[in-house]
């Protein structure tokens, strides 16, 4: 049989008298495709007894009773490893599922993307006797899933649960493989909650779909008189506060950090613990330090509840969600923002991008934002708007500068407006770290399938693959080897890129070793590097010019005018790149569409447009990432591509000089159908158009 969508998890010890209540809202679900999983913690009441007799009713139950009392965390993970669910659904056995239709609209919510990882919803709080009394408070919105990593920071912003208890919550089984950590008690939930997050976005369904029962015999009441609470807050702090993520002030932090010092120590005083209460102090950095912070903090707490608003509305998971219902009542029209002046990768997209819009048809406005790190020379674009007019904001920088942006221009910019972001990504998981950014915008768009998929496995909103809109030259560039002190016989080899976009990843090493190998001094060849900006990196310029010793070799460092780029791609020969990974590879696009060989890593998003036909495409194996590089954390993977392989197809073009130049003009041919911006136009306006609603 195949498994269940959903395994309701019920845990049970003591709890005879509420159990039939929890067991039959499950059975009573519109959603029949389940299973109801009972384990008994070595009861001492009948609670075995009762979960027997419904699993002699109804096959779908299954019971389990532990050889051993477990206590309460390691009971839910023996509940966890009996599941066969895509779902899994927790109902305390003091709680219940007070509506039919509650794991049909939680599952629908979980479905609605496949990025979402937990979803949770209001809760009924009920008496010991089942009588209503208020519902749980509204922490989230139910328009619009969130990056989890935002759950995560509001909460322990908050110092407290805003997701709610296992009753609460459905969750995918397979992100939860590790199960709850045991080290916890009282928050166990929370930190699995935190785990999750950490893997996908969030949901919310603001209907009260569980009961929660208050009674004298639950754990809650009886952690009051421990020191479990407080020992768990600390635990999770120690965890998660000083995960990248999570970008607060430094002030902050520490803020926090004291908060639940103080709060254990007065646990301590009340419950007559003062061993412990010492204990903490010296974990803490010692009573001095503790009481030298106090009174700033003790202001701090007087003045948060006017003050506090205010400094949460410039943190990401505080900032702006959209509450647009439906179309915006801006008129149609799109705002496009980014480094229109820039030379660098972004600001030749923004360029693309901008251009497509413009030739569109529709309505729009530029809005350039100046660069600090790179020249902005380039006037192709002309910022003709200092706002944002029309009821559409395409913003076209890179995913790390969005809360820099939002800070900058206001939430005005953002409110009343239907925000979409341009992301560039070059592996194959996005970091948790850049997650809450994804909470400015209604929606993405990406350039190639490649990153279409990293980012939507983990984006809380729509991820749209939209063409590449690459704009040949209206004049054909001319060749000017002389100019540029490139020697006029050789066979030229040309690799571009930015010491920005870190040496790691595009890898100029590898092209150099490949020269190295596949030609002597004696051979009419030539490598030809263009880079920017080293010195953002003199340790990787260092290592780059003593790899280049005793090569034929000319290294253009000086930025270039567009006109002059155009004329070095038109130089050269062919073109080079042994990256290990690209979002889009724009270098070679435009090597492609002057119809230029190209060889390159047979991997990530030039997948789109360079095939074994139209290129030479290099041999690779995924491999680990060592060591952190730029965004590219420890851990991920990309590609690194066969040396031997892409020597031996140099070889190849230089040999083969005819051959290569039939496979460049069949280049040039499919990489401007592939890449052609009349198709850009047309997704953009069908965007708009759906984004208005047909109009």
């Known amino acids: 049989m195949p498994p269940p969508k959903v395994s309701v998890c019920i845990d049970v010890y003591n709890y005879a008298d509420f159990l039939p209540q929890a067991i039959e809202s499950a059975l009573a679900q519109t959603l029949r495709d389940l299973e109801v999983i009972v384990v008994d913690d070595c009861s001492t009441d009948d609670s075995h007894a009762v979960a027997c007799r419904y699993a002699r009713q109804d ?63 209001a809760m009924q709080y009920v008496r010991e006797d089942g009588g209503a009394t208020e519902r749980s408070p509204r922490h989230f919105p139910e328009t619009r899933l969130l990056a989890g990593t935002t759950v995560i920071a509001r909460c322990l912003l908050e110092q407290k649960n805003l997701i709610g208890g296992p009753s609460a919550t459905l969750f995918r089984r397979r992100l939860a493989a590790r199960g709850f950590d045991e080290k916890y008690f009282h928050a166990a939930d929370l930190e699995m909650w935190f785990h999750l997050l950490e893997q996908g976005c969030f949901g919310y369904v603001d209907e009260p779909l569980v009961a929660y029962r208050w009674h004298g015999r639950q754990q809650t009441e009886k952690d009051r008189g421990t020191l479990t609470q407080a020992n768990d807050q600390r635990a999770l702090l120690h965890t998660y506060l000083h995960q990248p993520y999570l ?104 360029r693309a991008f901008s251009r497509a819009v413009a030739d569109s048809g529709i309505p729009s406005a530029f809005v350039n934002i100046q660069s600090k790190v790179h020249s902005n020379r380039d006037i192709k674009v002309a910022a003709s708007a200092r706002g944002n007019p029309y009821g559409i904001n395409l913003m076209t920088f890179s995913f790390d500068y969005s809360r820099r942006y939002f800070l900058d221009q206001g939430r005005r910019f953002f409110e009343g407006r239907h ?37 939507a496995a983990v984006s809380p909103v729509p991820v749209y693959k939209l063409t590449y809109p690459y704009h040949p030259e209206a004049t054909p560039p001319r060749p000017d080897r002389a100019g540029l002190g490139l020697p006029a016989a050789a066979y030229l080899f040309l690799f571009n890129f930015d010491f920005c976009s870190t040496l790691a990843r595009k890898n100029p090493l590898a092209v150099i070793n490949a020269f190295r190998q596949a030609f002597s001094p004696a051979d009419q060849a030539t490598l030809v590097l263009k880079s920017i900006n080293s010195h953002a990196d003199p340790a990787g310029r260092k290592v780059l010019a003593e790899a280049l010793k005793d090569l034929n070799v000319v290294w253009i460092e000086p930025h270039l005018s567009h006109e002059q780029m155009s004329s070095l791609f038109a130089s050269c020969d062919c073109y080079v790149s042994l990256h290990r990974s690209e979002g ?7 090597a492609m569409s002057l119809g230029k060989p190209v060889i390159g890593t047979g991997y990530s998003g030039n997948l789109d447009y360079m095939t074994p036909d139209n290129s030479l495409l290099v041999k690779y194996k995924l491999v680990a990432i060592a060591d952190t590089s730029g965004p590219y954390e420890q851990g991920n993977v990309w590609a690194e591509a066969d040396v031997d392989d892409a020597a031996a197809k140099m070889r190849w073009a230089y040999d083969h000089r005819a051959e290569a130049e039939r496979m460049g003009q069949r280049a040039a041919v499919e990489v401007r159908a592939t890449l052609n911006p ?18």
């Open 419 to 455: 925000n979409i972001a341009l992301w560039y990504w070059e592996l194959e998981r996005f970091p948790a770290r850049w997650h809450s950014n994804f909470d400015y915008y209604d929606e993405i768009w990406v350039p190639t399938e490649f990153v279409r998929r990293s980012l």
């Open 678 to 695: 009349l198709k850009t136009q047309a997704e953009i306006r069908e965007r708009v158009k759906q984004i208005y609603g047909g109009r």
């Open 59 to 121: 096959a779908r139950v299954r019971v389990h009773r532990n050889p051993a009392n477990l206590g309460m965390v390691k009971n839910r993970n023996a509940c966890l490893k009996l599941a066969q669910g895509e779902f899994v659904k927790f109902v305390h056995a003091d709680d219940y599922l007070c509506a039919p239709a509650a794991l049909g609209k939680m599952v629908a919510r979980m479905e609605a993307s496949p990025a979402t990882a937990l979803v949770a919803c």
């Open 247 to 350: 970008r607060l002030r430094a002030w902050m932090k520490k803020y926090l950090e004291h908060e639940a010092v103080r709060q254990t120590l007065r646990r301590c005083r009340k419950l007559g613990e003062p061993a412990v209460a010492a204990a903490v102090l010296r974990e803490y950095g010692g009573r001095r330090r503790y009481w030298l912070n106090y009174p700033g903090f003790l202001a701090w707490r007087k003045v948060k509840p006017l003050a506090g608003g205010l400094y949460r509305r410039t943190l990401p998971y505080y900032s702006f969600h959209s509450s647009l219902a439906g179309p915006p009542a801006l008129p149609p029209g799109i705002n496009v923002a980014g480094f229109l002046k820039g030379q660098f990768g972004i600001g030749e997209s923004s």
């Open 584 to 590: 889009l590879g724009l270098g070679l696009v435009q």
